[in-house]
């Protein structure tokens, strides 16, 4: 049985990824830039983002700096007004955490965090949230999800990752952390190759957890 699970939060607690890759690419629609969907997966899976097919269209930095401000504004738009509920989240959740310890290990911006759970209680079970500030190298590197580890005061084998894609699936198994990945649309194409357990939904999580 594991003690801890972390959290990934975008496509696992909330429904936000397809939002996000939009606002970008509207944002880039603005430079005359395509944002293609299956590039984009495959540029997150590098450690990139958004910005990797401007630079390559020969966008300037300065124009960038202004078309994240822009894409950070549309995503906060839709994170305000789109249904981004996952169902079952809750109930999940709240059955957890009666058997292990509970966290949040994020890419996501502090300020986009708290906008989403402005109403939401989801984050009450959680013992603490670290979001993309709160560490130098995002995911897929180790750093974000060996920090959840510190926080906790635990050891990895303690420990479960609950991710969606492979840029976190990366980061956990350099971590050298259990993952297991739930299925999620947006991401269902990408190399999951390396999870430890396959999941549909957080609901089949407590077996996972008691069963390991």
Do not use: N
Request: charged share 25%; glycine share 8%; net charge negative.
């Amino acid at each position: 049985m594991k003690k801890y699970v972390l959290f990934d939060h975008d496509g696992v607690l909330v429904d936000t990824e397809t939002w996000y890759f939009r606002a970008g690419q509207r944002a880039l629609a603005e430079v005359g830039v395509t944002l293609d969907q299956g590039q984009y997966l495959l540029d997150m899976t590098q450690g990139l983002g958004t910005w990797a097919r401007a630079r390559t269209a020969g966008v300037d930095e300065p124009t960038i700096d202004r078309l994240r401000v822009a894409r950070d504004r549309y995503y906060q738009e839709y994170l305000r007004t789109e249904d981004i509920e996952i169902d079952g989240v809750a109930d999940a959740l709240a059955e957890l955490s009666r058997h292990v310890r509970l966290a949040v290990v994020t890419t996501a911006k502090r300020a986009d965090v708290e906008l989403i759970h402005e109403h939401r209680h989801l984050l009450e079970v959680m013992e603490f949230v670290l979001v993309r500030e709160d560490y130098e190298r995002a995911k897929p590197y180790p750093e974000p999800y060996l920090a959840g580890l510190r926080r906790f005061g635990a050891t990895a084998e303690q420990t479960l990752v609950v991710e969606d894609s492979a840029r976190g699936l990366q980061s956990a198994v350099a971590a050298g952390i259990d993952c297991a990945v739930v299925h999620h649309p947006f991401t269902a194409g990408q190399d999951l190759s390396q999870a430890t357990y396959r999941i549909g939904g957080l609901a089949e999580l407590k077996d996972v957890v008691l069963g390991c």
